[in-house]
C-alpha cells in the first residue's frame, strides 16, 4: 500500500514539473515573439510572407550591395570583394574551433570544384580572435581549402551585421548583391541551391 502511495506522489510530481516546464517554456516563447522584430516582405503573388530574420542572427542584406571589404590572406596578400565582380561569391565567415563549419567546409572545397568554371568564387573569411596564422593554416590545409583564406577584421565583421552565429555566409550574386543568407550550418543541398541562385543573376 506504502509502495503504490509513493508511485502515485512521484507521478504526480513528475506530472507537475512537466506541466510547470511547458508554462515557462510558453512564457519563454511568448517573451521572445515580442522582443523579436519580423520583416514583412511580399512575394509575386502579394502574399505577405513573414521572416524572423533577427532570431537567425542575420542582418538582412538581401536584395541589397554586399558591404565592400579588403583583407589580407595568410601571407600578406590584399584580396577585396571588388577583385570578383562578375562573379558568384560565397563569402563565408568562420573559426577553427567553429564544429559546424568544419562539417560545412569539405562541402565547400567539393562545390567550388563543381562550380567554379561557372564564375564562382568562395571567400572564408577567418573569425579567431587571435589570428594564429599557424594554427589556420594546418586547419584549412587538413581540410584541403581551395579557396581564398582571408583574415576578418572588426570593420567587417560589423558591416555584415556583427556576425554573432558562425559559420554565417553570405551569397553575392554576379551583380554584387546579396542573394541569400545562412547562419548556422545548413545542409548541403541548401548551400548549393543558394549558389546557384547566386550564379544565375546577371552582372
Not at 522582443?35 to 542584406?61: K, R, Y
Request: aromatic content about 8%; some cysteine; charged content about 25%.
Amino acid at each position: 500500500m506504502k509502495r503504490n502511495l509513493v508511485v502515485i506522489l512521484v507521478v504526480f510530481v513528475a506530472l507537475g514539473l512537466m506541466a510547470w516546464s511547458g508554462y515557462q517554456n510558453l512564457q519563454r516563447r511568448r517573451a521572445a515573439q515580442k522582443a523579436q522584430p519580423h520583416v514583412a516582405l511580399l512575394d509575386q503573388s502579394n502574399q505577405t510572407v513573414q521572416q524572423d530574420v533577427e532570431s537567425e542572427g542575420l542582418p538582412n542584406l538581401r536584395g541589397k550591395k554586399a558591404p565592400a571589404f579588403t583583407l589580407k590572406t595568410q601571407d600578406g596578400r590584399k584580396v577585396s570583394l571588388a577583385d570578383y565582380k562578375g562573379k558568384a561569391v560565397l563569402v563565408n565567415f568562420w573559426a577553427t574551433w567553429c564544429v559546424p563549419c568544419k562539417l560545412e567546409m569539405p562541402w565547400f572545397v567539393d562545390l567550388r570544384k563543381q562550380y567554379a568554371a561557372q564564375g564562382f568564387e568562395i571567400l572564408g573569411v577567418n573569425e579567431d580572435e587571435a589570428k594564429d596564422h599557424g594554427q589556420i593554416g594546418k586547419f584549412t590545409r587538413k581540410i584541403g581549402v581551395n579557396y581564398p583564406i582571408l583574415l576578418g577584421s572588426d570593420a567587417t565583421a560589423k558591416s555584415y551585421g556583427g556576425v554573432d552565429v558562425l559559420p554565417t555566409s553570405f551569397y553575392v550574386g554576379r551583380d554584387g548583391k546579396v542573394v541569400e543568407e545562412a547562419a548556422g550550418l545548413i545542409s548541403r543541398d541548401e548551400i548549393e541551391a543558394n549558389i546557384k541562385k547566386a550564379l544565375a543573376t546577371r552582372d
